[in-house]
């Protein structure tokens, strides 16, 4: 939308004359041939500049400008006095004081008139860009205040839900694994009083009983866990990962010495993580290292390097391999690679990890190559925050 030239003067040549030079000009041009004229329009229109006469009869410019800069509506419009007259100091500093931006004086220069329009209509054009852009923001911040108002409520939920299912799980874990104690117990109970009097097929059945019904137990316990690491609230602190790294080698002690293997390590840093989770994610890849090895004895790395702004962790192992269409299939829940005659487990360790890394923020991939061994790696974000990343 164009904006509009306001030409305030009783004399049409003049009016005509400076709609001559402001023709080319983009830009409405409005006319008024009084004071009054002039200020019902500026009452009735969006005016970029106005171009004033100063004497005219029953209302001069004076009095015109006077009552315009006392309407809240009009008090903003530029005004400049055109005149043939009055080019003494007095005079000028009056139509200054009464609210004027600048004065034209007869004979006028067509270069300086369209100067001094052009200079006005391009401070309208930019205050009216800046008042849609304010109204833009204004739009925007109000849609961002309710998005964010929806956001909080949806997380506050979020954490009771999380709190619901947390206290669900613990107390389906405790009411599931109660009867399944009860089972296994009198499972052994039998199988240890009646041993020698059985038939070899009821032996073996009792012996698959007490496997399924173990195995069930630990995957109750896995399934805990695994809801603990995406559900419980992070609790962010400065770790030192070696000291992590130790504590975790310490509970798998008699699993490597049972394989024979070894752990290669190199310094890890301190970071800021949730030190229970991360000990997870550690027992789970060394464990696996360990339990996946194949016929080989274990050799597992542990190191970290810095990659930009992010650890990236490794734990590697000389075991079989991975094949590459199983390399995301992994991190699923209950994937195996293997049944559980020939490697017992649960298929929760890896999801475990990945929702570890995760909730820190970072990512967790595996390399692998075919007889040559598995290397895991996650990342962990060098500007975790003290409370935590929550996904």
């Known amino acids: 939308m164009k904006p509009n030239i306001l030409i305030v003067d009783d004399k049409p040549e003049n009016v005509l004359a400076l709609e001559g030079l402001l023709r080319e000009e983009d830009a409405n041009i409005i006319t008024a041939n009084s004071g009054n004229e002039a200020l019902a329009l500026l009452l009735d229109k969006e005016v970029a500049v106005t171009l004033m006469d100063v004497q005219m009869p029953e209302m001069d410019g004076f009095e015109t400008v006077s009552l315009i800069r006392q309407n809240r509506k009009t008090g903003h419009i530029p005004i400049i006095f055109v005149t043939a007259i009055n080019k003494e100091e007095k005079y000028v500093s009056q139509g200054y004081e009464l609210g004027a931006v600048d004065y034209l004086f007869k004979p006028l220069q067509p270069?300086?008139?369209?100067s001094k329009v052009r200079a006005f209509l391009e401070l309208y054009r930019q205050k009216e860009e800046l008042g849609q852009k304010t109204v833009e923001l204004e739009k925007l911040n109000s849609a961002l205040f309710q998005v964010n108002a929806k956001l909080e409520v949806s997380l506050r939920e979020l954490r009771v839900l999380n709190h619901?299912?947390?206290?669900?799980?613990?107390?389906?874990?405790?009411?599931?694994?109660?009867?399944?104690?009860?089972?296994?117990?009198?499972?052994?109970?039998?199988?240890?009083?009646?041993?020698?009097?059985?038939?070899?097929?009821?032996?073996?059945?009792?012996?698959?009983?007490?496997?399924?019904?173990?195995?069930?137990?630990?995957?109750?316990?896995?399934?805990?866990?695994?809801?603990?690491?995406?559900?419980?609230?992070?609790?962010?602190?400065?770790?030192?990962?070696?000291?992590?790294?130790?504590?975790?080698?310490?509970?798998?002690?008699?699993?490597?010495?049972?394989a024979q293997g070894r752990v290669e390590k190199t310094e890890l840093p301190i970071i800021t993580g949730d030190?229970?989770?991360?000990s997870q994610c550690f027992q789970n890849l060394i464990q696996n290292a360990i339990k996946y090895r194949g016929s080989k004895r274990p050799v597992i790395g542990v190191g970290a390097t810095l990659s930009g702004n992010e650890w990236r962790f490794y734990v590697s192992d000389n075991g079989p391999g991975i094949p590459k269409d199983s390399y995301e299939k992994i991190f699923q829940l209950f994937h195996r690679l293997h049944s559980c005659e020939e490697v017992d487990g649960s298929?929760?360790?890896?999801?475990?990890?990945?929702?570890?890394?995760?909730?820190?923020?970072?990512?967790?991939?595996?390399?692998?190559?075919?007889?040559?061994?598995?290397?895991?790696?996650?990342?962990?974000?060098?500007?975790?925050?003290?409370?935590?990343?929550?996904?």
């Not at 270069?111 to 369209?114: G, H, L, Y």
């Open 275 to 278: 030190p229970t989770q991360l």
């Open 111 to 114: 270069s300086v008139v369209r």
């Open 164 to 258: 619901d299912l947390e206290q669900f799980t613990s107390v389906a874990s405790h009411d599931l694994k109660a009867p399944l104690r009860t089972i296994s117990m009198y499972l052994s109970l039998i199988e240890n009083k009646y041993r020698g009097n059985l038939d070899a097929d009821v032996g073996e059945y009792l012996r698959f009983a007490v496997t399924g019904s173990n195995r069930l137990s630990s995957l109750i316990n896995d399934l805990l866990l695994y809801a603990k690491a995406g559900n419980r609230q992070m609790k962010c602190e400065d770790v030192d990962v070696n000291s992590i790294l130790s504590n975790v080698l310490q509970d798998l002690k008699a699993s490597l010495e049972e």
């Open 347 to 391: 298929g929760i360790g890896l999801a475990i990890c990945r929702r570890v890394a995760e909730r820190h923020g970072g990512r967790i991939w595996v390399e692998s190559k075919p007889g040559k061994g598995s290397t895991f790696f996650f990342t962990i974000p060098t500007n975790n925050q003290k409370n935590g990343t929550t996904h």
